[in-house]
């Protein structure tokens, strides 16, 4: 006989109470493995309830384990999950996942510990430390109506999987743009990617192995430490100079042990704001096609061109098709939409949507079809010419503030474009963590210009972004950097 | 003096003309390195054009690397590209992106051209090959109402930079899912990726490193095979039964060399459509167990049971957290979106996190979003029961046929749920590419069973799937299936 007692009126559903009810009897040893449970009629009678609830119920504990698993028969009572292997099984402990791991992982890990904190809101913070456009720039409602008018006019075409390299359409419009930028690359030479982080972790996926030498600019940008690490190579970081890396480090790395890959920013270089004359383009270029060496140039705000003469990118001068091109919509448009690409030469291309059909089957085809959408109207255009000039304003104010407090010996470049500058500070002044915290202090935050190099650096060094900093939130955030320099310079200390 | 004949008449803008003419003087030699231009001025009087014209032409030099770079001045003719580098110049030849990739992506780009191709339309084929879902019930609009209702609740806040981890209100949606199946994870234990194929990429990259043994199903899902060849790993191909992957090859697996993962698909299998039993799935996690292998078990179509009783994912029974369980939304509802997920203990998930971001800094923030609110108003609940309301029928049609049709010798599995099934044929019926061609001759494309395996199989199979075909068209394909198999067993021969 079974015994259960249920209550109609509490809370879990009848069928629930039956399962739980029996499980219990299982568990403790009152029903032993073997039983026979009463038919679903019966028990349904004796429990004055709906048949189906005991068959539901009865489901549920074959589901759990609790009952032989004959076809049509839900009558015999066994014990789940003690059976024992083939062979002895020791008591296993809990999982320890870092040992499972390989150990570059476990620093990985840590890593993502140490990213740079978002500074809170609030207490008239100055935020220099986001690389995030201002949202009160954000055409969001362009988007909306590119979204409705893609969905309404393909609807089922773009939920399906959709073309591996990248919806053609956006593929085309990419190629137009880059030809803007005296770019010629046809939508065969072109793959769309989930952003550009994940097409230069492509990049790396298909043309390095572990211990390969890479070659990066020092500074650099910062998310590639991590992910140079995530591949086992090794870094080669040649440093940057007023008109960019360094060519005779570089030459020298290249002599000693070929890299395979040289990564660099020419435009508007994360974090230094840098951008390099065409000589040194020239001379880049010319240095990797020695040495057969595929230049990974990443042009993530290529579009972001405030002042001066236009330079084209390292690609527009590309005969041999030596260089691989990284572009983004993340910086100018929407980064959420994670649409970023690749522009190479088709032989190329293929290896690379080889790694990534399997890797990823096809990519976010609404997102891509929107964006398409929203360049086609005429809509990016707009945008861009709104972000020009709201930038233009935003970059000259900073200068104008750097020029104005800076103390003597701060030194800081002077970039065109982009939303990033650099700061270097005497290193009498204090540790960069040290003037970090005055900074801090003084209600300013950026990002220290450690997180930008492989290998400590003796001078500090920070990185400044006006990305989401308004015209007059930046003359403000420049007199108090000025001030917590100044005082950090002459030695006094914070309260 | 400077011989340029420009017509106001004709395509190419004015300053174009004027810039592409220089550049032809300067590189038949004309015009030699350190020419100097006439002024703006004078050369926009000279001739008779507006003297921003020349300047913009002056700039497009400068950018092509035609003019020498010194700030506000344009008049320095230069040769662009000429420089040599440091050191000697060998003329480069084309680059050869074969010998710079690793030889596996060789492989790779190959097996990229190996993939099942798309059998045409028209000509009243039936298409058993497909496994994207009839588009005829893909909720389209319920989509394009929920990603409008998420951008003007919330608008920008999901085109910036998203939680890496995933759009924690979806996390929370996937997490009250996988209660239903008996699963208890918060959303702390949840990863969400861009479809169930970067979910488990992820994990390979996570856990596996060059070769590693993996051990996998045979056959299992085909794109599993390359993406384990991208990883380097050793494969060891465990046989299904009836009732799922063998023990005792699993056993002994184990025995000889430990794998680092063990990769299952126990419901509703791909290719086979077997669901394994409670009793195997106990087995099969008290061996991991032993072992201390991680289980990754693949619930792509957990959802889409049809008939029968419910079993519980192997997840539902993981009481030490040794289950990584990887879900997608792709096989029920929309697979452009990408949106799939990891379920895992979170020590596993942070690990995880830490691969993912440094790849993909985040996700699509948008389709998460929309993707939660479909579910949250129960649309998505609403959309299941009329998948399973169709496929019930499809699937029962698609039974009723084989039994009708198939001729004996002819074997078949009996999924409860799912889309597929497995034919395996008498090898004396000929080459499964024979058979395949055979079939494709009576008007009906079948993936080969090759596709599925790592190693060659002597028993010729197909995977049949319903997943796109009505129930008529599947009536009419088992008959086709039968003509076809019964002449192929006759010996006859093909027209």
């Not at 009897?25 to 019966?42: K, N, Q």
């Not at 539901?56 to 999950?81: C, D, H, I, M, N």
């Not at 930008?452 to 939130?473: D, G, T």
Request: net charge positive; proline share 7%; charged share 20%.
């Amino acid at each position: 006989m079974l015994l259960l007692t249920l209550d109609p009126t509490s809370a879990p559903p009848l069928y629930e109470q039956i399962y739980r009810g029996i499980i219990r009897l299982v568990d403790d040893g009152t029903l032993l493995p073997g039983f026979h449970l009463p038919a679903t009629r019966r028990l349904a009678a004796t429990l004055g309830v709906n048949r189906t609830t005991v068959f539901r119920a009865y489901q549920e504990l074959w589901a759990r384990g609790y009952l032989e698993s004959r076809p049509g028969s839900y009558s015999t009572v066994r014990r789940p999950g003690q059976l024992p292997a083939r062979g002895t099984v020791p008591q296993p402990a809990q999982v320890r996942w870092n040992e499972l791991a390989p150990p570059r992982n476990r620093e990985l890990v840590g890593a993502l510990k140490d990213l740079p904190s978002r500074p809170g809101k609030g207490d008239g913070l100055i935020d220099f430390s986001s690389l995030m456009a201002d949202r009160d720039l954000c055409p969001a409602d362009d988007l909306r109506r590119a979204v409705k008018h893609v969905l309404v006019s393909q609807g089922k075409d773009l939920l399906g999987y959709g073309d591996p390299q990248g919806y053609r359409p956006l593929r085309e419009a990419i190629a137009q743009r880059l030809r803007t930028h005296g770019v010629t690359a046809s939508a065969d030479e072109i793959l769309v990617t989930g952003g550009s982080q994940q097409a230069l972790d492509l990049v790396l996926r298909t043309f390095t192995r572990p211990g390969d030498r890479v070659a990066v600019e020092a500074p650099t940008y910062s998310m590639a430490h991590p992910l140079l690490r995530l591949h086992d190579v090794e870094v080669a970081e040649v440093p940057m100079r007023p008109d960019g890396l360094d060519l005779d480090v570089l030459t020298a790395v290249c002599a000693e042990r070929r890299p395979v890959l040289v990564y660099t920013i020419p435009t508007f270089h994360n974090p230094t704001g840098t951008t390099t004359s065409q000589t040194h383009r020239e001379h880049l270029l010319a240095l990797c096609r020695q040495h057969r060496i595929p230049l990974v140039e990443d042009g993530f705000d290529e579009e972001l061109k405030y002042f001066g003469k236009a330079v084209l990118p390292i690609k527009s001068m590309d005969r041999e098709g030596l260089v691989i091109y990284l572009g983004t919509f993340s910086k100018v448009v929407f980064s959420g939409l994670r649409v970023g690409w690749v522009a190479a030469p088709a032989a190329c291309v293929q290896h690379l949507l080889a790694i990534y059909r399997f890797s990823n089957l096809s990519g976010n085809t609404l997102g891509q079809a929107a964006m398409a959408r929203f360049i086609d109207e005429g809509l990016y255009e707009v945008h861009l010419r709104r972000l020009h000039r709201a930038y233009r304003g935003r970059m000259q104010a900073m200068l104008k503030g750097m020029a104005a407090h800076m103390p003597p010996g701060v030194e800081w470049t002077r970039p065109a474009g982009g939303y990033t500058l650099w700061v270097q500070i005497p290193p009498a002044a204090g540790t960069e963590a040290e003037l970090e915290a005055r900074l801090r202090h003084h209600g300013v935050a950026v990002v220290a210009g450690n997180h930008f190099f492989c290998s400590p650096q003796p001078m500090p060094a920070f990185r400044l972004s006006i990305a989401n900093l308004k015209e007059p939130q930046i003359a403000e955030g420049c007199l108090r950097l000025g001030r917590a320099l100044a005082e950090a310079m002459e030695g006094r200390h914070a309260a």
